[in-house]
């Protein structure tokens, strides 16, 4: 990587640790759920990462993965993603490398803030064609703008629906909300109907790499 590219990232990286808990929390959940109904193995992939894991309804055992739940509970398997403290999930991200906070915290906010990123004329995020610098600059100035708005007193966040995929449970704790997964086996045929009615879906474009 380029050292204006590992600066960057390290700007982003700093203004999201330095959201308030509930903030960061909230900020973090928004942005999955933005990718969930176009790229849901891929923001996936991005909470196992954030240190996300996957506890069975049934026995509350933790998981790891989708595959080792089906092993462990073949029959029915229905569980929820249990969400990490904010302290787990600080450490997560300072543990991830430069280039692994690029290729996953980068790629996920590029794409769920794609929208607001056009509108405001951010830049093109980074890509086989880009090298994302001015969409970096203006993420790290959101991000800290977003530090300025804290919650009112009280208020609790809950991630959205994610649709077709997904359905909302009650919360596993009082601060931690939960969310209701099938296995990969109707995951797999929920995308196959969705291949068939609609195309196939296209993948995340991986961001630029110097």
């Known amino acids: 990587m380029k050292g204006q590219t590992k600066n960057l990232t ?22 999955l759920d933005g990718v969930d109904e ?3 193995d891929w923001s996936d992939e ?7 894991r996957i506890q069975s309804d049934e026995t509350d055992k933790i998981y790891a993965s989708f595959e080792e739940i089906e092993q462990a509970e073949p029959d029915g398997v229905c569980a929820s993603w249990k969400v990490p403290e904010a302290r787990t999930l600080r450490t ?30 951010w830049g093109s995020p980074p890509s086989l064609v880009s090298d994302g610098y001015d969409f970096m600059r203006c993420l790290a100035v959101h991000l800290h703008y977003q530090g300025l708005h804290r919650p009112e007193p009280g208020r609790m966040f ?29 995951r797999e045929s929920a ?4 291949c068939h009615t609609v195309g196939k879906m296209t993948k995340a474009v991986q961001p630029h790499t110097d």
């Open 10 to 31: 390290g700007q982003v990286r700093d203004a999201l640790l330095a959201l308030p808990d509930t903030v960061l929390m909230e900020t973090l959940a928004q942005w």
């Open 38 to 40: 176009q790229l849901l």
């Open 46 to 52: 991005c909470r196992y990462a954030l240190g996300y």
């Open 92 to 121: 997560a991200l300072g543990n991830l490398s430069i280039e692994q906070f690029y290729h996953t915290v980068i790629a996920l906010a590029s794409e769920a803030l794609a929208d607001q990123a056009s509108e405001e004329a």
């Open 158 to 186: 809950f991630p959205q629906q994610a649709t077709g995929r997904r359905k909302p449970m009650e919360p596993t704790s009082p601060s931690l909300p939960g969310w209701c997964l099938r296995s990969s086996r109707h």
């Open 191 to 194: 995308a196959s109907l969705e």
